[in-house]
């Protein structure tokens, strides 16, 4: 492959009808780019997650998408509240999200061990009040 | 291996939408999205209660090989615009999630 290709995607807050349209046009691309259902499964999971989350807690964010050679890149950002205590966030079953989130199926607390669980690397950058940047790569 | 239309013939399923010429080999039930995104798998028979728009998007990130709508839930109208769209198979049964895990493990192992 030449030069890396790159997407980027707006995600809006409080809206979940549309949440989940990033990941469904990245899933698209990479089919079409030819990579294994495997990778392709990953990124779009965890990406899907991501996206939830930012809607969930952040009031939308933004994505981008880069491909290498050799990984998959997605960059999460949002300029939303923080997350307070990362490790206890890691742990499945740890949420904060309201009840009405809850009947929608989201807030298992699953999110953020689920985007570990898929991709190769994760790093989450957050400062209270700021926002929080999550970067994820799936090896391809 | 079981195909989808007939394991839903079988079943008694009420077809909403998509294409059911899809092959299965096995079953997930659960209703918490994050965990249906963990453990479901292509090609599943995905047995849920929820109905709304994220449930597409789940089935479609995870490439199960249909919905089903337990207990006569209907799918909400823009979820089944969406569904649509992104052809994703959707099935509804008037019976309880048990009693369709128990019908499709009997249809998927014989």
Known sequence: ?140 | MVTLDKLAHEMGLTHVCGDTDREICGCYAGDLLSWVMSHAEYGHVWITIMSNINVIAVAGLTEVACVVLAEGVQLDPDAREAAEKQNVCVFTSPLSTYELCTLAGKYINE
């Not at chain 1, 349209?21 to 990245?26: K, M």
């Not at chain 1, 880069?66 to 890149?73: Q, R, S």
């Not at chain 1, 009405?100 to 807030?107: D, E, Q």
């Open chain 1, 1 to 140: 492959m030449g030069e890396n290709i790159r997407f980027h995607f707006d995600v809006d807050g409080d809206d979940f009808s549309s949440a989940g349209a990033a990941s469904v046009e990245v899933k698209k691309q990479l089919r079409k780019l030819g990579f294994s259902p495997d990778v392709i499964r990953r990124v779009a999971i965890a990406m899907y997650e991501g996206e939830i989350n930012m809607v969930i807690h952040a009031d939308g964010g933004t994505v981008d998408v880069e491909v290498g050679d050799e990984d998959i890149t997605m960059i999460l950002s949002d300029r939303g509240p923080g997350i307070a205590d990362v490790e206890k966030a890691m742990q499945e079953g740890f949420s904060t999200a309201r009840d009405n989130i809850r009947s929608l199926g989201f807030g298992a607390g699953m999110g953020l061990p689920n985007m570990k669980k898929y991709t190769d690397d994760m790093k989450i950058e957050t400062a209270l009040g700021l926002g929080t940047t999550v970067i994820m790569k799936v090896n391809v």
